[in-house]
């Protein structure tokens, strides 16, 4: 069996246990987006658990704001919000991981007056309620690089531990990778190589803003979706060249994005592969992987391990039991009433009552 705690993570780095918050978005950002009192309390809780947490997805300007009262670190006055952040996590002892976010064509529509949906190219998503998006320009790419590199410099400045580019779930990183939303025909479009030019720039500047501002054992890690459904869509195959150029980068970890960590191919479903075994072959610079989906036990935690994965991102289960790891660490039940000691913002509280998938996972809301 693995072992699950004081795991050294890169080298510089020891964690106090395997476990990853999955990213989670609360929804319950103060009007002026910054970090409400309710949020602190739910990363406060957490922190103590977890050995690494990686917080919702944070708007790094103010046309990358995908929801309502989503947390944003769109410029120098979010610092004192971001700050109250990433102690919050780190008070616990977890590491604190700030996930960069950019919605793109998957923006809510009518967050602000005068909102610019904006995408790799004006393709609407295959979504009901779906923005036109509007085609970034080529000099507009770069901006957008640009305010991911702004952002950055603020987590540094903020006390995160790391960042993570969130490249997948459809929001813009993907979109440039995407076949489906990146028509473009300049430098960012076209082959597969060219829909690879926009994450890899992002990550060259994160390595680089990394030199230039933060210590020798900040985290960069890069989330993705291995597969879309849309056709033409990101295919498995895409997605082993991408693991493959970012395992060849100086970053420290790639996340999984999956439904279920054990879960093959959704796009050929005659391949009983899991998607992991393709992606391990494909992570030649041995870069660590974090996988999520599903993970309620420890017999889960250990499958994932032995399947490829060296973490473990937990999300819904994180949402009602704030002492989700030591239950599973001790092989324990997990709570599953997400009540007042759950310590869930109202807002996020209020959204996921609404998701089936909570009901048809066991868990409740009080
Ligand atoms: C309430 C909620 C909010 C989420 N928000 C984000 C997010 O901000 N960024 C992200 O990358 N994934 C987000 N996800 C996806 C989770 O990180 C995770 O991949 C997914 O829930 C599957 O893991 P699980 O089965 O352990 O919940 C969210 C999931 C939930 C339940």
């Known amino acids: 069996m693995e072992k699950l705690t004081d795991y050294e993570f890169n080298g510089k780095i020891v964690l ?41 997805a944070t708007a790094i300007s103010k046309n990358a704001q995908a929801f309502q009262n ?17 102690q919050a996590i780190k008070s616990g002892g977890a590491k604190a991981i700030l996930q960069l976010h950019h919605g793109g ?50 987590a540094i400045k903020a006390g995160f531990d790391g960042v993570e580019l969130h490249g997948a779930n459809t929001y813009l990183i993907q979109q ?46 890069y989330r993705l979706s291995p597969e879309e459904y849309e056709n033409p869509g990101i295919t498995l195959e895409d997605t082993k060249v991408l693991v493959k150029e970012l395992s060849l980068k100086e970053i420290d970890y790639i996340h999984v994005s999956l439904g279920s960590y054990k879960q093959s191919s959704i796009r050929n479903p005659q391949e ?39 973490l473990v991102a937990i999300g819904m ?19 599953r009433v997400i009540d007042e000691e759950s310590l869930l913002p109202q807002n996020m509280k209020n959204r996921v009552s609404q998701w089936r998938n909570l009901s048809s996972r066991g868990f409740k809301v009080k």
């Open 16 to 56: 106090k246990n395997r476990l990853v918050l999955a990213p989670m978005t609360t929804y319950s950002a103060n009007p002026d987006l910054t970090l409400s009192i309710e949020e602190e309390k739910y990363y406060q809780a957490r922190g103590k658990e977890f050995g690494m947490v990686i917080t919702a």
């Open 70 to 86: 989503q947390i944003s670190i769109k410029d120098e006055s979010y610092l004192p919000s971001m700050i109250r952040l990433s």
């Open 105 to 154: 064509r998957m923006n809510a529509i009518g967050l602000y007056e005068n909102q610019d949906i904006v995408s790799a190219s004006s393709v609407k998503a295959e979504r009901v309620a779906a923005a036109i998006p509007r085609a970034l320009l080529t000099h507009e790419v770069y901006k957008v690089i640009d305010d991911f590199r702004k952002a950055m410099i603020l």
């Open 176 to 221: 440039f990778f995407s076949p489906h939303s990146n028509q473009r025909t300049d430098e960012f479009g076209g082959s597969l190589e060219k829909r690879l030019t926009f994450p890899l720039k992002l990550v060259d500047m994160a390595i680089k803003t990394k030199e230039e501002f933060a210590k020798s054992d900040f985290i960069i890690g």
């Open 272 to 310: 009983q592969e899991p998607v992991i075994t393709a992606l391990k072959i494909a992570n030649i610079g041995k870069k660590k992987l974090i996988g999520v989906g599903g993970i309620e036990s420890l017999d889960e935690v250990n499958d994932a391990l032995n399947l490829g994965f060296d």
């Open 317 to 335: 289960a994180a949402l009602a039991d704030v002492k989700v790891v030591t239950h599973i660490l001790n092989n324990e039940n997990i709570k």
